[in-house]
RNA sequence: GCAUCCAUAGCUCAGCUGGAUAGAGCAACGGUUUUCUAAACCGUAGGUCAUAGGUUCGAAUCCUAUUGGGUGUACCA
């Protein structure tokens, strides 16, 4: 049961408190009163559940509905009938009300904007390695994270987009190495291969000759963990990091060169998956950060001291475990970075609220993290906030690099886009299309159906990617939505629809016309909501429910360019606009583009 | 072991601070085009909301326990 959120129908609740004032002469606080939508099958478009106020009324449910229904059809001029099926107050609302609430709200041109409300927010997301492509996991981070802020926009905050990219460490020396043994002196130009593929290529020939030595060495009588202590490769990969971090002047150039070659392709997937950034950190300055934040913990009596030197916080009564914050040689671990990088950022921004939009394989990190932020006394640790989300589960299992069974970002875009032409052209329909909008369009349905697809499934949850569910059109889809979409403007283009006249409040709405009014009202609190909880996937739900409720109403009149009644088709195309700019807001936040023809 | 998340139709998912007979899409079956784009619309069929208790006028929703699954519990990042 959708609940109003929305301004519009405060005024029946504040009534609703003065009656029950006049009726049981009692006070009551206006947030117990809830109204919310009149089932279909019920005359009616707003509903108030009495069986809260029955404590008041000291009256059965249905005699109080009687009451208050009987006294606000007397005191509301807009509240024009009442029926009572249980406890519950079902309301008739007058015409002219809609009318007004179509032509005061939703036609006025700001409609769906909601004001800047000063705060602002920082949103780290996509946060990749550069020792491997991007997979599909990191393209739901992206489009979250990219969507995510998009909403928060949305809803009047001030947003940082940052990327935190993890440029050093033990990972990149493994390509590295691999390439400097077996790369031939192998370029992207040279092999014709994006960069961060070719990176990625090395990284697991480092791991399959790992593994090779691994296997000789238990051969020769070693166990498991003593092989992988002392393969020469994974000698060679930690000897070449302690020379990176020595500044090794050849280490560091090779260091440059790699990570360059990938950064050309990631520019490429960011590019294609439509997201991009405000800042990019990178780890390379930020790994030696947090020591300070670590003595200023020691300082304050939060962290203390192990025999060994090494540094601890004791989180055993918050339920969780001691942690290691510092280790005995004096070197960081993560937390000590991410520490010191939080500062870093706050300093930078001083921002009121954070959002890293991390997996969920890390909600224990984040919430030490987070935790002793808090116990530092730092003022902002209150508005740092873990955008948890669910792995990408293929139909065959998980997806697994080693095994070869990841969906590469870079493959999947172009099979999409591939899908989205061959479906777009079977139909017929652009054959007149210029070479380029076909082009576009061929990209915006393949990148729609794919984003949409990812965005529509609460973040929290885990979700399947099935390939062939992904590249079907039809039903709760991005192309969906986008047809309709092309479908309004195309209508509006035949009927010569210009924007800007209200509707006479004489004309009489059907049942279709009313409920489409009803919904697309609440867009604002749509956007609201859904930002409240960091959740793409509600206003994604909403869109697709515009769409369809557009859909019916557009099957279920007569057509509309022919309509004689010239009032009657202002009000219809009125409503078929207000829906295209929906469709095109709403999805946008999403980071879908809807095309104006398809 | 402990922590944490998840469990709704054959499949993929909605169901928001507890509200009336739990909704969509896909798949299946049937229908709709001389009328504004059929990537659409209409209909049929499909459910012990994992299980058992509890709170409540009312529970898919809140609480407890159990079962099943994921993840974490690294001096990796």
Redo the contacts with the bound molecule.
């Keep these: 049961?959708?609940?109003?959120?929305f301004l519009a129908m405060n005024f029946i609740i504040t009534e609703v408190v003065k009656g029950i004032k006049h009726l049981y002469n009692e006070e009551v606080a206006e947030?117990l009163i809830?109204i919310?939508?009149?089932?279909k099958?019920?005359e009616?478009q707003a509903?108030i559940?009495?069986?809260?106020i029955?404590r008041f009324s000291k009256k059965s449910?249905e005699q109080t509905a009687n009451d208050l229904g009987a006294y606000l059809v007397d005191n509301l001029k807009e509240v024009t009938a009442f029926n009572v099926?249980?406890?519950?107050?079902?309301l008739s609302i007058a015409n002219d009300y809609w009318l007004d609430l179509f032509n005061n709200s939703l036609l006025q041109p700001d409609f769906g904007v909601i004001p800047s409300n000063g705060r602002k927010v920082m949103v780290e997301y996509s946060s990749p390695?550069t020792n491997k492509p991007l997979h599909l996991g990191h393209v739901r981070n992206n489009l979250l994270g990219y969507s995510v802020s998009e909403l928060l926009k949305a809803d009047g905050a001030e947003v940082y987009k940052v990327n935190l990219v993890?440029d050093?460490?033990?990972?990149i020396c493994k390509s590295m190495l691999a390439w400097q043994k077996w790369g031939n002196g192998e370029t992207p130009e040279s092999s014709g291969l994006k960069g961060d593929h070719l990176v990625g290529k090395y990284y697991v020939i480092f791991d399959k000759e790992y593994k090779k030595e691994i296997e000789a060495l238990k051969a020769e009588g070693q166990t498991e963990d003593e092989a992988k202590k002392n393969a020469p490769l994974i000698k060679a990969a930690q000897a070449m990091l302690l020379a990176w971090e020595a500044g090794d002047e050849a280490v560091i150039d090779l260091w440059k060169t790699m990570n360059g070659w990938v950064y050309e392709g990631f520019a490429i997937s960011y590019k294609n998956l439509g997201v991009d950034f405000d800042k990019f950190y990178y780890?390379s300055n930020t790994?030696l950060l947090g020591k300070d934040t670590v003595e200023e913990g020691l300082a304050k009596g939060v962290f203390f001291k192990?025999e060994?030197g090494?540094v601890w916080i004791d989180l055993t009564a918050d339920?969780?475990?001691q942690?290691?914050v510092l280790?005995?040689?004096g070197?960081?671990?993560?937390?000590?970075?991410d520490l010191g990088t939080a500062q870093m950022k706050y300093d930078d921004f001083k921002m009121n609220e954070s959002i890293y939009v991390v997996?969920?394989?890390?909600?224990?990190?984040f919430?030490v993290l987070f935790l002793i932020l808090d116990k530092l006394g730092k003022s902002w640790a209150k508005g740092l906030y873990h955008l948890?989300y669910?792995?990408v589960?293929l139909?065959s299992g998980?997806m697994k690099s080693r095994e070869g069974t990841v969906v590469d970002a870079d493959d999947l875009i172009a099979e999409m886009v591939a899908t989205?032409k061959q479906?777009?052209e079977a139909?017929g329909?652009?054959d007149h299309f210029s070479e380029e909008e076909r082009e576009t369009?061929y990209y915006n349905?393949g990148m729609g159906?794919l984003k949409y697809?990812l965005l529509?499934?609460?973040?929290?949850?885990?979700?399947?990617?099935?390939p062939?569910?992904s590249i079907?059109?039809?039903?709760?889809?991005g192309?969906?939505i986008?047809?309709?979409h092309?479908?309004i403007?195309?209508?509006l283009?035949?009927?010569d629809y210009t924007p800007g006249v209200f509707i006479d409040n004489q004309v009489a709405l059907s049942e279709t016309e009313l409920d489409m009014i009803i919904l697309l009202a609440k867009y604002p609190s749509?956007i609201s909501?859904a930002a409240k909880?960091f959740?793409p996937?509600?206003l994604a739900?909403y869109i697709?429910?515009v769409?369809?409720m557009f859909?019916?109403?557009?099957?279920?009149?007569?057509?509309?360019?022919?309509?004689e009644d010239e009032q009657l088709k202002r009000l219809?195309l009125s409503l078929s606009d207000v829906t295209a700019g929906i469709l095109k807001s709403g999805m946008r936040i999403l980071g879908i583009e809807v095309?104006?023809?398809?």
């Design positions: 049961m959708l609940i109003w959120l947030s809830s919310q939508d009149t089932r099958e019920f009616g509903t559940v009495v069986f809260p029955v449910p099926v249980k406890g519950f107050l079902n390695n993890n050093r460490g033990i990972h780890e790994y192990k060994d090494s339920g969780l475990d942690k290691l280790r005995a040689d070197t960081s671990v993560y937390i000590t970075q997996g969920n394989e890390q909600d224990y990190h919430k948890s669910g792995m589960d139909p998980k989205a479906k777009t139909l329909k652009v369009l349905i159906a697809f529509k499934v609460e973040p929290k949850k885990r979700l399947l990617f099935d062939a569910e079907d059109f039809q039903g709760n889809t192309p969906f986008q047809y309709t092309a479908r403007k195309s209508l283009l035949k009927a749509e909501a909880t959740s996937a509600s739900n697709y429910e769409a369809k859909n019916k109403f557009y099957h279920e009149i007569p057509p509309i360019v022919k309509e219809r095309p104006e023809r398809m």
